[in-house]
T-cell receptor, first 111, second 115 residues
Framework: DAKTTQPPSMDCAEGRAANLPCNHS???????VYWYRQIHSQGPQYIIH???NNETNEMASLIITEDRKSSTLILPHATLRDTAVYYC????????????FGQGTRLTINP | DVKVTQSSRYLVKRTGEKVFLECVQD?????MFWYRQDPGLGLRLIYF???????EKGDIPEGYSVSREKKERFSLILESASTNQTSMYLC??????????????FGAGTRLSVL
């Protein structure tokens, strides 16, 4: 799996958009970008994934650069409940593979 | 709504006890996983199973065993609990196959303390 780099921490005001960057310059053509988050003392939660097109679901949007070397997760209207550690993972699709989380970004939403 | 349920959120056990951690998923997923998560060490795979009665060792299987008698249930067993097994244990499941949706769904976790 390609290595990812994320800032260790970020702050965002409640109600504003939170933009979380991820660098994955060694990504290969068949690898997807996945985002998970983990709220304190809970299990990780899947957010979104993409290959090369931008993606949007009810939780977030994912913007992948044209060269696919970086991406941004956007939480459009952050709430206090979005305070969590966010993990960017790059991997091929397929079932029985372990997840490996890096250090992630600790996002704090401030009132 | 997908659901992975772990039997306990918190457990306190004594050294040497046999400990059972249970996980049930209601999504008819073929694959199930047991991880442990420790500060500074991230998520580490203990065992996974891709079918009933099938199991594969992960990165840190020593001191653990697993059981998968039914598709929806995957149990983690600590044969003789030790203090270095104090950790957060996470169960996950996902679909088999080469679909891009390699999405793992996690339970809420069991925080185990071995005294």
């Amino acid at each position: 799996d390609a290595k990812t780099t994320q800032p260790p921490s970020m702050d965002c005001a409640e109600g504003r958009a939170a933009n979380l960057p991820c660098n994955h310059s060694t990504i290969s053509g068949n690898e997807y970008v996945y985002w998970y988050r983990q709220i304190h003392s809970q299990g990780p939660q899947y957010i979104i994934h993409g290959l090369k097109n931008n993606e949007t679901n009810e939780m977030a949007s994912l913007i992948i650069t044209e060269d696919r070397k970086s991406s941004t997760l956007i939480l459009p209207h952050a709430t206090l409940r979005d305070t969590a550690v966010y993990y960017c993972i790059v991997r091929v699709g397929g079932g029985a593979q372990k997840l490996v989380f890096g250090q992630g970004t600790r996002l704090t939403i401030n009132p | 709504d997908v659901k992975v349920t772990q039997s306990s959120r918190y457990l306190v056990k004594r050294t040497g006890e046999k400990v059972f951690l249970e996980c049930v998923q209601d999504m008819d997923h073929e694959n199930m996983f047991w991880y442990r998560q420790d500060p500074g060490l991230g998520l580490r795979l203990i065992y996974f199973s891709y079918d009933v009665k099938m199991k594969e060792k992960g990165d840190i299987p020593e001191g653990y065993s697993v059981s998968r008698e039914k598709k929806e249930r995957f149990s983690l067993i600590l044969e003789s609990a030790s203090t270095n097994q104090t950790s957060m244990y996470l169960c996950a499941s996902n679909q088999q196959g080469s679909s891009a949706k390699n999405i793992q769904y996690f339970g809420a976790g069991t925080r185990l303390s071995v005294l």
